[in-house]
Nanobody, 124 residues
Framework: QVQLVESGGGLVQAGGSLRLSCAAS????????MGWFRQAPGKEREFVGT???????YYTNSVKGRFTISRDNAKNTVYLQMNSLKPEDTAVYYC??????????????????WGQGTQVTVSS
């Protein structure tokens, strides 16, 4: 069982930045593929980006160039740096662990463990 705890959400003005953190349990964190998803009110949970165990990153088109995912295996933590935030980025953000890693990194069904979510609100 893997436990994930997100933090760092909050209220920010459009154009601002936030960094989300996701702390994971487990001794083999370096082997986890980690993903970030978000869910806006009335919408389905959608893929934001992922960082694989070797450090490769992939993002949905709407956040490319603005969001960056990184990981610190020594701290069992993955980060989501969000810059140039827009009101449409407002959502609850979730981190998730995909282990063993699968190839369908943008699919919710590929992820086995989820955090509780953290709210990000971007005001215009």
């Amino acid at each position: 069982q893997v436990q994930l705890v997100e933090s760092g959400g909050g209220l920010v003005q459009a154009g601002g930045s936030l960094r989300l953190s996701c702390a994971a349990s487990g001794r083999t964190f370096s082997t986890y593929a980690m993903g970030w998803f978000r869910q806006a009110p009335g919408k389905e949970r959608e893929f934001v980006g992922t960082i694989r165990s070797f450090g490769n990153t992939y993002y949905t088109n709407s956040v490319k160039g603005r969001f960056t995912i990184s990981r610190d295996n020594a701290k069992n933590t993955v980060y989501l740096q969000m810059n140039s935030l827009k009101p449409e980025d407002t959502a609850v953000y979730y981190c998730a662990a995909d282990l063993p890693p699968t190839g369908s990194y943008s699919s919710r069904s590929s992820y086995d463990f989820w955090g509780q979510g953290t709210q990000v609100t971007v005001s215009s």
